[in-house]
């Protein structure tokens, strides 16, 4: 498996960080991969250039770093399940803008939140019923996955705080429904266990779908949040969830998303990582 880290986690991954100096971070705490972040301000954006695509993808290789994968946020302000369509048309466009920055970087795969029944930390959000989100959450991944197939790289659909499709049975039907080698899931561990879901239960199930895996630790005893910490600080049973990981033969990035930044957090991640990565 590979070492990585998200740009949210590096110092200034609130997009005031170049992606030059996320990447030099990232080398200087001992990662092998940056997973940059897409999103409407900061180094990485729907409009950014061909050409910055380009020098972000030489500077990582001049550094020795894997650019794999892309994340994006963008969902949660422009919900591709709004219940305006005019935004769910958005949605789609934004994310079609950085799926092709995604294939000019080099990289494999572009983070997807599919949307959202509600959105835990955002009261203004209104409900959007059950069958509608599902509806238009297919409706964009397969309009976004043919983008993917087009340009030669993978949409990545991750399990998260959404209101909608927290059993793996679902996520894996959902994904299947789509039938697109060019969709697949981004595997939260972190995601589900506040959620009284087990992860290496969701790998087991999900198996050959997983096409990214994201890692961050969670305290059920806080279970909100605020219950997000340091990796081998939380309840993630992480020599079950690395066993199945092993089971399933999954051996790409696997990336550590730990917010917010501080000075000591890359540093702490990565030694946490070495030990996770040697169960």
Known sequence: MIKAISYWSVQGGDGSCSAQDAIQQAKNANFQALELCVGTSGPLTPETSEADCKAYKAAAEKAGIKLESVASGMSWGCCPTSLD????????????????????????????????????????????????????????????????????????VENVWNGFMYSPVEFAAFIDSINNPAVGA???????????????????????????????????????????????DGDIPWDDTMSALHRIGYDKTITAEMMPPDPTLLDRTSKAMDKILAM
Do not use: M
């Open 85 to 156: 369509p005019a935004v769910r048309k958005q949605a789609i466009e934004l994310h079609k803008g950085a799926l092709q920055r995604v294939a000019w970087l080099g990289c494999k795969s572009l983070l997807f939140v599919p949307g959202a029944v509600v959105i835990p930390w955002e009261p203004s959000f209104k409900p959007v019923p059950y069958e509608k989100a599902l509806e238009w959450a297919r409706n964009a991944v397969t309009e976004l996955g043919q983008t993917a197939k087009d340009l030669g790289v993978k949409l990545a």
């Open 186 to 232: 981004y595997f939260d561990v972190g995601n589900v266990l506040n959620h009284q879901q087990w992860p290496p239960h969701w790998i087991e199930i999900l198996g050959k779908r997983i096409d990214r895996i994201h890692i961050k630790d969670f305290k059920l005893s806080v279970g909100t949040l605020d219950g997000f910490c340091d990796l081998l």
